[in-house]
């Protein structure tokens, strides 16, 4: 069975939003907290794609998977989703 990162991946439907959420994220100690274009395969519209931010450490060192939880909830206040990786 192959192990995750401990990442969690959180994704917008909105750049402007992902980017206000990461910035907030790294101001509580996450990092990276880069934003990303999350275009899904076979997309023929450039401006229909998802905006990922990629949290990989929480603010307590470890993982961002033990803060899964609050990052969904953070996500879903912007109308998206977390997925740990």
């Not at 990092?31 to 905006?51: F, K, Q, T």
């Not at 609050?70 to 989703?81: I, N």
Request: charged residues 25%; glycine residues 12%; proline residues 5%.
């Amino acid at each position: 069975m192959a192990k995750g990162t401990g990442a969690v991946m959180v994704t917008l439907p909105q750049r402007e939003d992902a980017e206000e959420l990461a910035e907030q994220l790294h101001e509580q100690g996450y990092e990276p907290c880069s934003v990303n274009r999350d275009m899904l395969a076979g997309e023929d519209d450039a401006e229909d794609v998802d905006w990922v931010i990629e949290v990989q450490v929480g603010p307590h060192g470890g993982p961002a998977v033990f803060d899964e939880t609050h990052l969904g909830l953070l996500a879903e206040d912007y109308g998206g989703f977390a997925t740990v990786t």
